[in-house]
C-alpha cells in the first residue's frame, strides 16, 4: 500500500522528474522509501513544492487547447478569484470565444462550493434552470453575468468599439449616449483625445466569418423588445437570457398558455398585431416560429443554420420593436441600441443587424405600409414603370420609391384606387367596391390604419334573418341550417382530395347531388323555411366567389384555405379604404394611361394613348384580369402560352352594391344594433337579390343602408336603370318590416363595375376545370422584364383588398 502512495505521488509532472532523477542513481533506494517516517514524507513534499513553483516559474504562458483559437497568450476577463492568472499561466484556459477566455483560478473560485464566488452562481443556477431550458454551465455564468459589455463610441468621425468596465451595466440609454473616455458619474467626457486611442484589435477579429464559428455559446439577449411577445417561450429558445428576461407567469401558467395559444397582453400594443405564434399555434397569415428559422431566411442566412439562436434573437428583436412603433421608419441603428448582450459577440450582433433587418425590409414585414421615407431604405435599383394605381400598383410604388428605385405610375383613370372607390354623397362613406376587412390579425391594411389613426369599426356576429312577411327566423332554424350548409361544404371538400383536375364539375351541380343524397340516406325533409334559409347561404356563397355557382370550380373553389389566412375581428372601414390608398399615392409619379407594351428590346417600352413613350428596365402591369382577358393592352411579343392559359382559366366574378340613405333609422328598433340583417329569399329565382343589408353608422346620426347583388342576380339588374334597381330594393325593405312605414330614399346609388371600362368585374375566382395554380403562373415574371401584381396574382389571397396589397409588395422585392 505505501508503495502505491509513492506511485500515486510520482504520477504527477514532478513527479515524473523525481522518478528520472530515480532513474540516474539520485534517488534513494526501495528500502529507504518504504522505511520513510511522517516527517521524512513532509520534508520530499516541502522540496517537491519548491522544485514545481520554480517549474512553473520559468513557463511564462500557456495557449488556449481550443482548436482553431489564435490565443496564443489568453488573457482572464473575469478577475474573480484573487489566484487569477490574469496574462500569466493556468492549468487550463476556458475559451468562450477567440479574444475572451477564463482562467482556472476564477473556474474553482465559482465553480467549488466552498470558494467564495459558488454562492452567486449558485443563486444564478437556480433563477437560470427556472426560467431557461439550456444548461445552467459555468461556461453559461461567465457569458451571461462577468464578461464585460461592449459599446460603440457614438461620435461620427469615431464609432470605436470600447470594452466597459465589469460593474457597469449597459442599457439602451447608455448606448444610445456613449462617447470614448466617458465618465459613468457625472456622464461627462475625460477629453477630446480619448477617441484618438486606438481601437482593441479583438474587435478586427470579429468581422471575420470563421469567429462566429468559434463561439462557444450563441448569444441571449437581455431586456429584448420581443421579450413581453414571447413570455410563453422558454427564453433561451428565442434568442433571450432565462437571466434577463423578466416574466410575469409561472412556468404552471404558461404551460397552460400553450395548450390555449394566448395572445400576449401589452399595453398600447394594436391588438391585431400578432406577429409571433404563441407555442402549438399554427394556421395564421404573416406570422413567424420565434424558436425556428424559415426556409428563405435559412436559404438568406446560411451560416446560421447550424445553430440559429444569434438570427433568431435579432429577427425577434426587429419584428418587435416595428410592431411597437411602426410610424416611424425602423434602422438598424435604432434596433442595436437594444441589443443588450455581453462580450464581443455584441460587436457582430450589430453587424449582422444591417443584413437582418435589410432582409426583412425586402420581404415587406417592417417599413412597409404608409411610411415615405426620406432617405432610400436599401441601394438603388434600375427605373420601374408600374401600370395601374390600384391597391397593388400603389404598393409596389411605395415599397420600390422607399427603396430608392425610380418609379413611374400608369392610370388609365382620372382617380386612383381602381375597385376601391369610396363614395360621401350619402352623409357617410360607403365604398362602391371593397371597405370590409376580412381578419384583421396581421393583416396589411390594420397596420395601415395604425400608422394613419384610423379607426376601424369591428362587425358583430349578429345577424337576423328576415323573412318577407316580417318575420325573423327563428335562430334554432338558422344554426341548424347552417350547420347543414358547412356539412354539404365538407362533403365537397373530401370528394375532391382524389379528383384531378379533368374530373373537376360546376360547384352548383356538386352542392345539389350531396344534398339530394344527404336527403335521401337521411330521410329528412326540409320544410319550405328551411330550404329558403339554405338559399339565403348559398346567396353568401356566390358573394364570396364573385359568380354563379355553376362557373365556380367544385375543386378548387376554395383553393386558398390550403393556406395560412387572417383571423381575428372582421371590420368596417368607416372612412373607407381610400383614405389609406391616397396615403400610399403621396408624391409618387402618376400619369395616363398605356395601351401598349414592348419588351422585345433590351428595355422594355410603354405607349400611351396619346403616343407618348416611356422606357425603363422592369414594368409591373397590375390591371384587373378582365383587361388582360380582352387584350385591352397589347404585348409585343405576345404574352406566353402558358400565362395565357392560366388568364383565361380564371373568371371575372362581379357583385353589385346598392346604397339607400333615408330621412330617419326606421330599422333600429327591429335590429337592435347589429351591424347587418339578412334577407331570405322568398324563392331561388330570388337569391343573391338584396341578401345582406349594411347598416353603414349603426351608433351614429346618419340613416344609410348598403345591400349586394350577386350570382344570377347580377345579370336581372344589369339593364335596369338605377331607378328600377332602387324600386326593387324598396319592395324587399318593405316586405321586411312589414309591420311599419318604410320612408322613400332621399338619396341613393348603384354600382355598374360590369359597365365600367377599366375593371369589369369585381374579383376573380377559379373557373370550371381550372385550378389555384393558376394564379402562381399569372404571377410569374415575363423574360425578367414583365411583371404582374393584383389580386387575382395572390394565391394565398385572392378576391381582397390585402391581396392586391400584398402582391404589389412581393414585386417590389423580386426588383431588389
Known amino acids: 500500500m505505501l508503495l502505491l502512495v509513492v506511485l500515486d505521488y510520482s504520477g504527477s509532472a514532478s513527479g515524473a522528474r523525481r522518478a528520472k532523477k530515480r532513474s540516474s542513481g539520485e534517488s534513494p533506494g526501495d528500502g529507504q522509501t518504504l522505511r520513510s517516517s511522517g516527517r521524512q514524507i513532509n520534508s520530499k513534499r516541502k522540496a517537491t513544492d519548491t522544485e514545481e513553483e520554480d517549474d512553473q516559474s520559468e513557463k511564462k504562458y500557456r495557449k488556449c487547447e481550443k482548436a482553431g483559437c489564435s490565443a496564443t497568450y489568453p488573457v482572464c476577463f473575469a478577475s474573480a478569484s484573487e489566484r487569477c492568472a490574469k496574462n500569466g499561466y493556468t492549468s487550463r484556459w476556458y475559451h468562450l470565444s477567440c479574444g475572451e477566455h477564463f482562467c482556472n483560478e476564477c473556474f474553482d473560485h465559482n465553480y467549488r462550493s466552498h470558494k467564495d464566488g459558488y454562492e452567486t452562481f449558485a443563486a444564478w443556477k437556480k433563477v437560470w434552470t427556472s426560467n431557461g431550458k439550456s444548461e ?32 457597469i451595466q449597459l442599457t439602451a440609454s447608455l448606448a444610445a449616449t456613449y462617447r470614448c473616455g466617458m465618465k459613468f458619474s457625472n456622464i461627462k467626457s475625460e477629453g477630446p483625445d480619448q477617441c484618438s486611442q486606438p481601437e482593441d484589435l479583438r474587435v478586427a477579429e470579429v468581422t471575420d466569418s470563421w469567429w462566429h464559428s468559434m463561439l462557444i455559446l450563441p448569444p441571449l439577449f437581455k431586456e429584448s423588445p420581443a421579450s413581453p411577445f414571447l413570455a410563453a417561450y422558454y427564453p433561451d429558445c428565442v434568442g433571450m437570457s432565462p437571466s434577463g428576461s423578466p416574466c410575469n407567469m409561472s412556468l404552471t401558467e404558461l404551460r397552460a398558455d400553450h395548450c390555449r395559444a394566448v395572445q400576449p397582453q401589452i399595453p398600447g400594443l394594436c391588438p391585431y398585431f400578432q406577429p409571433f405564434y404563441q407555442p402549438n399555434e399554427c394556421g395564421k397569415a404573416l406570422c413567424v416560429r420565434p424558436d425556428m428559422m424559415e426556409l428563405d431566411e435559412l436559404y438568406e442566412f446560411p451560416e446560421f443554420s447550424r445553430d440559429p439562436t444569434m438570427y433568431l434573437a435579432l429577427r425577434n428583436l426587429i419584428l418587435a420593436s416595428w410592431h411597437k412603433n411602426c410610424k416611424e421608419v425602423l434602422t438598424s441603428q435604432k434596433c442595436a441600441l437594444h441589443i443588450i448582450v455581453r462580450g464581443l459577440v455584441r460587436v457582430r450582433c ?3 443587424m444591417d443584413r437582418v433587418l435589410h432582409f426583412m425590409t425586402r420581404k415587406g414585414l417592417i417599413n412597409t405600409g404608409v411610411l415615405a421615407v426620406k432617405r432610400p431604405l436599401l441601394p438603388e435599383r434600375p427605373n420601374v414603370i408600374i401600370i395601374g394605381a390600384g391597391a397593388s400598383g400603389l404598393a409596389a410604388a411605395r415599397q420600390l420609391q422607399n427603396f430608392g428605385t425610380q418609379v413611374m405610375v400608369l392610370e ?5 384606387g381602381g375597385r376601391v372607390w369610396d363614395d360621401a354623397s350619402l352623409g357617410v362613406t360607403v365604398g362602391r367596391g371593397a371597405q370590409i376587412v376580412n381578419g384583421c390579425v396581421n393583416n396589411p391594411i390594420a397596420l395601415m390604419c395604425e400608422q394613419m389613426g384610423v379607426k376601424m369599426h369591428k362587425l358583430g356576429e349578429r345577424c337576423d334573418l328576415f323573412q318577407e312577411g316580417g318575420q325573423v327566423t327563428d335562430p334554432a332554424i338558422d344554426k341548424r341550417m347552417d350547420f347543414h350548409f358547412n356539412a354539404i361544404l365538407d362533403v365537397v371538400s373530401e370528394w375532391r382530395k382524389d379528383k384531378s383536375q379533368n374530373q373537376d364539375i360546376p360547384l352548383r351541380e356538386k352542392v345539389q347531388e350531396v344534398k ?11 320544410s319550405e323555411l328551411e330550404e329558403k334559409v339554405l338559399q339565403f347561404h348559398l346567396s353568401n356563397l ?22 395560412a389566412q387572417f383571423s381575428g375581428d372582421h371590420t368596417l372601414l368607416t372612412k373607407g379604404y381610400s383614405v389609406l390608398l391616397h396615403k400610399l399615392g403621396e408624391g409618387l409619379d402618376i400619369r395616363t394611361k398605356c395601351p401598349a407594351i414592348d419588351y422585345s428590346g433590351d428595355v422594355v417600352k410603354v405607349t400611351s394613348s396619346n403616343g407618348s413613350q416611356w422606357t425603363a428596365q422592369k414594368v409591373l402591369v397590375t390591371v384587373p384580369l378582365t383587361l388582360l382577358q380582352k387584350n385591352l393592352i397589347q404585348f409585343n411579343p405576345p404574352l406566353p402560352e402558358r400565362k ?4 383565361h382559366s380564371l373568371g371575372a366574378g362581379i357583385i353589385e352594391k346598392i346604397a339607400l340613405q333615408f330621412p330617419y333609422r326606421f330599422w333600429d328598433n327591429k335590429i337592435q344594433g347589429a351591424d347587418y340583417f339578412g334577407h331570405i329569399p322568398p324563392s331561388p329565382d330570388k337569391r343573391g337579390m338584396f341578401s345582406v343589408f349594411y347598416d353603414m353608422e349603426p351608433q351614429g346620426k346618419q340613416a344609410v343602408l348598403m345591400s349586394v347583388i350577386t350570382g344570377d342576380a347580377v345579370s336581372a339588374v344589369r339593364d335596369m336603370e ?25 338619396n341613393f346609388f348603384v354600382t355598374h363595375w360590369s359597365k365600367d371600362m377599366w375593371s369589369q368585374m369585381s374579383y376573380s375566382f377559379v373557373k370550371t376545370g381550372g385550378s389555384g395554380e393558376a394564379y402562381d403562373i399569372l404571377a410569374e415574371d415575363v423574360q425578367g422584364k414583365v411583371f404582374f401584381a393584383g389580386e387575382a396574382t395572390n394565391r394565398h389571397f385572392p378576391q381582397t383588398v390585402t391581396g392586391a396589397y400584398l402582391s404589389g409588395v412581393r414585386e417590389a422585392i423580386t426588383f431588389q
Not at 388609365?412 to 386612383?416: G, H, L, Y
Not at 356566390?542 to 383553393?559: F, I, K, M, N, P
Not at 324587399?732 to 330614399?745: D, G, I, Y
Request: proline letters at 5%.
Open 136 to 167: 445552467p454551465s459555468l461556461k453559461a455564468f461567465m457569458a451571461d453575468q462577468q464578461l464585460p459589455y461592449w459599446v460603440q463610441c457614438t461620435k461620427p468621425d469615431c464609432r470605436k468599439w470600447r470594452q466597459l468596465t465589469k460593474e
Open 350 to 352: 450589430v453587424q449582422e
Open 412 to 416: 388609365a383613370r382620372e382617380r386612383i
Open 516 to 526: 339530394k343524397n344527404f336527403l335521401q340516406e337521411s330521410g329528412i325533409q326540409f
Open 542 to 563: 356566390e358573394y364570396a366567389c364573385g359568380s354563379t355557382l355553376d362557373q365556380v370550380s367544385a375543386r378548387s373553389w376554395d383553393h386558398n384555405e390550403f393556406f
Open 644 to 647: 395565357l392559359k392560366a388568364i
Open 722 to 746: 338605377d331607378k328600377e334597381v332602387v324600386d326593387e330594393c324598396m319592395k324587399v325593405l318593405r316586405e321586411l318590416f312589414k309591420e311599419q312605414e318604410v320612408p322613400e330614399p332621399v
